[in-house]
C-alpha cells in the first residue's frame, strides 16, 4: 500500500512569490493535515481537511490557504512568501473510520526555501 | 489551550545504556502519539496509546501512559546506535468529538554513542 506522497521534494522561491505544495493521502484516507517544521519552533499545526471542507487552521495567517481536492488530495498555498516560511511542510493522512488507533501517518515532506 | 512538554530535549547515551524520556499534556486526551524523526527525514509512527495504563513495546522501545497524571514515558533499554534520532510525543485535539489534528511536544533528540 503506497504511503502519503508530497510533491514537489524540494522548492526554492523567493520573497513575495506564491508557493504551491501537494499532497496524495493513503489510499481510503479522507483526512489530510499539514505541518510546518522550521528550524527552531519545532512542529506546528496549519491545516486540516476532511471531506473537502477545512476543519481546523493553526495561528498561521492567512497567506497559507489550502484545499482539498474530491479525491482528498491536497493543495497548500503559500502567498507573499516571506523569509521565515523557510521550513519543512509535512502532510500527514488519517481514515475516519470510527474506533482504532486513528493514526496520523506522514509524508516525505517538501523542503522550501526562501530567498 | 493544549500544551506538551519534553524532557530532556537533548539526551546523549551510551550504547547498553538505559533511559526514559518524558511528556507532559494539559489536558485530556483519549489518544497520545510517539513518532520518530531521522535527520532530513519525515515522521515515523513509533506507538499510539489509547487508555491509562496502556504500555507498548517495541524492540529496545517502551512507551506507556497515565492518563491521570497526563503523562507518557518512552523508556529505551539497552541503547544502540541505530536509536539516535529525535523522538515525539503528540497529543490529539479533540475537535468537536472527532480527532482533530496533533500538538507536538518540541521532540527529544537522542544520540547514542559507543
Known amino acids: 500500500e503506497a504511503g502519503v506522497t508530497q510533491s514537489p521534494t524540494h522548492l526554492i522561491k523567493t520573497r513575495g512569490q506564491q508557493a504551491t505544495l501537494r499532497c496524495s493521502p493513503i489510499?481510503?484516507?479522507?483526512?489530510v493535515y499539514w505541518y510546518q517544521q522550521a528550524l527552531g519552533l519545532g512542529l506546528q499545526f496549519l491545516l486540516w481537511y476532511d471531506e473537502g471542507e477545512e476543519r481546523n487552521r493553526g495561528n498561521f495567517p492567512p497567506r497559507f490557504s489550502g484545499r482539498q481536492f474530491p479525491n482528498y488530495s491536497s493543495e497548500l498555498n503559500v502567498n507573499a512568501l516571506e523569509l521565515e516560511d523557510s521550513a519543512l511542510y509535512l502532510c500527514a493522512s488519517r481514515t475516519l473510520l470510527a474506533g482504532g488507533e486513528k493514526t496520523q501517518y506522514f509524508g516525505p515532506g517538501t523542503r522550501l526555501l526562501v530567498l | 489551550e493544549l500544551k506538551v512538554e519534553q524532557n530532556p530535549l537533548f539526551l546523549s547515551m551510551q550504547e547498553g545504556k538505559n533511559y526514559t524520556i518524558y511528556c507532559n499534556y494539559s489536558t485530556t486526551s483519549d489518544r497520545l502519539y510517539w513518532y520518530r524523526q531521522d535527520p532530513g527525514k519525515s515522521l515515523e509512527s513509533l506507538f499510539v496509546?489509547?487508555?491509562?495504563?496502556a504500555v507498548k513495546q517495541e524492540g529496545r522501545l517502551m512507551a506507556s501512559l497515565d492518563t491521570k497524571a497526563r503523562l507518557s514515558t518512552l523508556h529505551i533499554t539497552a541503547a544502540v546506535h541505530d536509536l539516535s534520532a529525535t523522538y515525539f510525543c503528540a497529543v490529539a485535539l479533540n475537535y468537536g468529538g472527532s480527532q482533530g489534528n496533533l500538538i507536538f511536544g518540541k521532540g527529544t533528540k537522542l544520540s547514542v554513542k559507543p
Open positions: 496509546l489509547l487508555s491509562n495504563g
Open positions: 489510499s481510503g484516507h479522507t483526512s
